[in-house]
């Protein structure tokens, strides 16, 4: 069963930066896209930001020229470096990883969370 573990959240005063990583327990063939989603109690979870193979990579608006998102293909290790971070940035981060399997049949990864919390 791949796991895929997060790191790299805390807290950090706001104009700070962070970089999330998260890191697969064994390679992942055929990925297809990766993504960060962010979660805030009482909201559901939000897409932030997500990187389709072969595309440009996407971004929530509220997160758009601060937020890179960046994959190792070797490691099946995805980024989400986070600069200028704001108070409206804090939530749990998860890490979405989704692979081709067959025709209309695609495997969806998820990881536990990370804490990012921003002080103002």
């Known amino acids: 069963q791949v796991q895929l573990v997060e790191s790299g959240g805390g807290l950090v005063q706001a104009g700070g930066s962070l970089r999330l990583s998260c890191e697969a327990s064994e390679t992942i063939l055929g990925i297809i896209e990766t993504a960060w989603h962010r979660q805030v109690p009482g909201k559901e979870r939000e897409s932030v930001a997500s990187?389709?193979?072969?595309?440009?990579?996407d971004y929530a608006d509220s997160v758009k020229g601060r937020f890179i998102i960046s994959r190792d293909n070797d490691k099946t290790t995805v980024y989400l470096q986070m600069n200028n971070l704001r108070p409206e940035d804090t939530g749990v981060y998860y890490c979405?990883?989704?692979?081709?399997?067959?025709?209309?049949?695609?495997?969806?990864?998820w990881g536990r969370g990370t804490q990012v919390t921003v002080s103002s």
């Open positions: 979405n990883i989704i692979a081709f399997r067959a025709v209309g049949l695609n495997r969806d990864y």
């Open positions: 990187l389709v193979s072969g595309r440009t990579a």
